[in-house]
């Protein structure tokens, strides 16, 4: 495909002339594709179909048109949801003890699961007239985040239910029986549903499942000669699989005697079964990373369902991986960012303090050059996950689908959250390696690869999914190529092919210039909007996508369909496109909380960072791709001063780290929805007293710091000077007053937990 990218005269010219296009361009390029395109499995062709584009299709087009973005409703809650939130939620929180639930009991306390249950937690999804709470998706997430910075466990056993599971393929799929059968008791929390997918041999590869059922005629209830399906499975890392009531099972239908009719191999189906049904085996419980949220494996042998059991009945069937992949397009974008947001949230108000409240060589440790640094990388990867939790929240409320946006924002989102939480770690030090009821660090580390490895496995969300998938999904022409390319009839098919291939010759051409002129110009004439703050990261955004757009189509049109066992490559295009959809989140986020000049750190080192990240990858594509020569020229055009993007600079670090080291409305907002509570025997209320009673002693700190440099005290801690401070005037009572109590709270901050060695031997015991 070199002749795309050298453009000859010649090849101009046919370009535009249909017969000789036809002739010489269009049907050597549709023999060789057709002959080279691998063949799509039904499930592949299935999660293509899943859900729709929206952002993602258009920072593919190389074009963006931001009216997309800007015509978004930034996302809000009803009076309802946020007195829910106010409320239950806030009452939860207060109840949640996480030492006490991942230490001794291995659980949630029988008070806690009676709230939850009691204020319908688990029907969130659920609309009233099924007796749920009816919530928006933004609304959902709220409380998922809310929750998330108080107790994972809590946070996943709230989630579950409300994500994929039976109660969203009942209100998409469920025939109105279904429905009215088991939609009141999930919401009231009568039912506990688990939904039963991964097995031991089919993880990300769904299509590798073993477990299968038969149609056959069987006994049921007393009943002879009752058609259903008789059931084989092995199912593993089922949340909340030890305690369901009810288990939503995916397996492969097959009908030997055709009883439903002539095709044998029917496909993947979804059912929903009581657990006390004959034949279900419920495990033991697996052990996740020392979170108590219950997950475990069942099994079924020989069980045997009536038809209608089948989510949908009979006319679903077939369709369950379909219905997975519609449902978990959305499902993938709330929960886990949530959780991730929350986590997140919660280590930069929490660690942030400490960095302000811990003090080494007299100084606090968040002085340090060495500290501000993962501070501003904690503090600006918090702003990134929230913008593109909302925004993507706010989307889908909006009535969108996209199932690229939600692998993106569950692979970086989860990441963003393992960074946030690791460099909180390093800035606990001690601290946080040493378990207790006073670390408030300690499991929430413990529980990182848990939303990194569930709902798809990060590795092959990157790799696999994103471009993947978003090559074709997102990609103005590439689906209806491949479709031309699998019509039965060559002579159509040729026809279809050369429309589209016109289009395409056009498109490349366009991105093309718009690359070039973008590398020229910096994009300094494209029309964007936002302010005079943001409108420079709006322009990079387009050149950039421009950039990214000429690539995909060097990509899929030198690689064709090797490009699919190019992992390296394809994790390369995720990055890419997953970081100008972030930066995009982010400007939206600035824009919907009223364009405050205060939170421009955060903007600048979110925008920073990941316009150099996208710069970064379409340059290591360009060292990847085929034909060196080629890609050398598409390097000039593309970058032809240079590259313009850098990482944030020492003097922006400061900037953005100072929000989490001082008590503002930045601050504030950075962390807004999270629990929050001042009181002095909570691991995080002691944080919350000894981060303001430091602030508030601060100006008596340094009148005692100044005179101790001007000789007027000898040298030596505070506390030890303090009297003679007072002696001699520098101080008031009332200040000395304010140093006792920042002192006293401080040391309560920067306390351990210790352990007699019978506690911790009679604890293992027991257990």
Not at 260 to 276: S, Y
Not at 282 to 293: E, M, Q, V
Not at 508 to 527: D, K, P, V
Request: proline residues 5%; glycine residues 8%; neutral net charge.
């Amino acid at each position: 495909m070199k002749w795309l990218f050298t453009l000859p005269a010649v090849h101009l010219s046919t370009a535009w002339i249909p017969a000789l296009r036809r002739s010489l361009i269009s049907k050597p390029v549709y023999k060789a594709m057709k002959k080279a395109l691998p063949p799509l499995s039904q499930t592949e062709l299935e999660a293509l179909e899943a859900g729709n584009t929206w952002w993602d299709a258009e920072l593919f087009s190389g074009r963006p048109n931001w009216q997309v973005l800007q015509n978004l409703p930034a996302a809000k809650l009803t009076t309802e949801e946020q007195a829910f939130i106010e409320g239950p939620v806030e009452t939860l929180c207060r109840m949640l003890d996480d030492w006490d639930i991942t230490f001794n009991r291995r659980d949630l306390p029988p008070e806690v699961w009676d709230f939850i249950k009691r204020n319908k937690f688990c029907g969130m999804i659920i609309p009233k007239t099924y007796g749920g709470l009816e919530f928006s998706d933004y609304a959902h997430s709220q409380v998922v985040m809310k929750i998330a910075s108080r107790s994972i466990s809590a946070a996943v056993t709230v989630m579950v239910p409300n994500s994929l599971g039976p109660a969203k393929l009942l209100l998409d799929y469920g025939t109105d029986a279904q429905k009215k059968h088991y939609l009141y008791k999930l919401a009231a929390g009568e039912e506990i549903p688990a939904f039963a997918l991964t097995g031991p041999y089919a993880g990300s590869d769904a299509g590798a499942m073993r477990d299968t059922g038969i149609v056959c005629y069987g006994t049921f209830e007393g009943q002879d000669k009752v058609l259903g399906i008789r059931l084989n499975w092995e199912k593993r890392y089922i949340t909340l699989g030890p305690i369901a009531t009810v288990l939503g099972l995916a397996f492969k239908l097959y009908d030997p005697d055709h009883l439903l009719g002539e095709k044998e191999n029917l496909g993947i189906t979804v059912a929903l079964i009581p657990t006390h049904t004959p034949g279900i085996s419920i495990g033991r419980r697996h052990y996740p990373l020392d979170s108590a949220f219950q997950n475990g494996p069942n099994w079924g042998k020989d069980v045997f369902i009536p038809l209608d059991w089948i989510i949908g009945g009979v006319e679903q069937v077939g369709k369950g991986w379909k219905m997975l992949m519609q449902s978990l397009s959305t499902g993938r974008a709330i929960s886990l960012p949530a959780l991730s947001t929350g986590g997140a949230k919660f280590a930069c108000r929490n660690s942030g303090a400490y960095a302000r409240i811990r003090k080494q060589f007299n100084l606090p440790i968040g002085e340090f050059e060495g500290v501000e640094e993962p501070l501003a990388r904690m503090a600006g990867e918090a702003y990134i996950l929230d913008a593109a939790r909302s925004v993507t929240a706010a989307a889908i409320d909006y009535g969108e689908k996209p199932s690229v946006i939600s692998a993106i924002i569950k692979y970086e989102l989860t990441e963003r959250m393992r960074r946030v939480i690791n460099d909180a770690m390093d800035i606990q030090g001690g601290s946080g390696i040493c378990l207790g009821p006073r670390n408030f660090m300690g499991r929430l580390y413990q529980v990182i690869p848990v939303s990194i490895t569930v709902e798809g496995a990060n590795i092959l969300t990157r790799t696999m999914m994103i471009f993947g998938q978003g090559s074709v999904r997102c990609h103005p022409l590439i689906q209806q190529e491949m479709a031309a390319l699998h019509l039965a009839d060559n002579g159509q098919g040729l026809l279809e092919f050369d429309k589209l291939l016109a289009q395409h010759i056009h498109l490349t051409l366009r991105n093309l210039i718009y690359s070039a002129w973008y590398g020229f110009s910096n994009a300094w004439f494209s029309e964007v909007p936002g302010d005079k703050n943001t409108r420079r990261y709006y322009r990079q955004i387009a050149r950039l996508s421009a950039g990214f757009a000429v690539l995909a189509d060097y990509a899929l049109l030198t690689l064709g369909g090797a490009l699919k066992r190019k992992e390296r490559l394809s994790g390369q295009f995720a990055d890419a496109l997953s970081h100008l959809y972030l930066c995009s989140a982010v400007l939206k986020h600035y824009q919907n909380q009223g364009n405050r000049v205060e939170d421009l750190p955060l903007v600048d080192w979110a925008c920073q960072t990941t316009l150099y990240s996208v710069q970064q990858s379409l340059l290591a594509i360009l060292r990847i791709v085929p034909y060196r020569t080629l890609s050398w020229s598409l390097k000039i055009l593309m970058f032809p001063l240079g590259t313009p993007n850098e990482p944030p600079d020492d003097e922006l670090i400061h900037r953005t780290a100072s929000i989490l080291l001082s008590d503002s409305s930045s601050r504030d907002r950075l962390t807004q929805g999270i629990y929050i509570n001042t009181q002095e025997d909570d691991p995080t209320g002691r944080i919350e007293i000894a981060f303001q009673a430091v602030l508030a002693a601060a100006p008596v700190e340094i009148k005692i710091r100044r005179a101790q440099k001007n000789r007027q005290l000898t040298k030596g801690a505070i506390e030890d000077v303090m009297l003679d401070a007072i002696d001699k005037h520098i101080i008031s009572r009332e200040e000395a007053e304010l140093l006792h109590q920042a002192e006293r709270a401080r040391f309560k901050a920067i306390s351990v937990d210790d352990f007699a060695r019978n506690d911790l031997e009679h604890h293992s015991a027991s257990r």
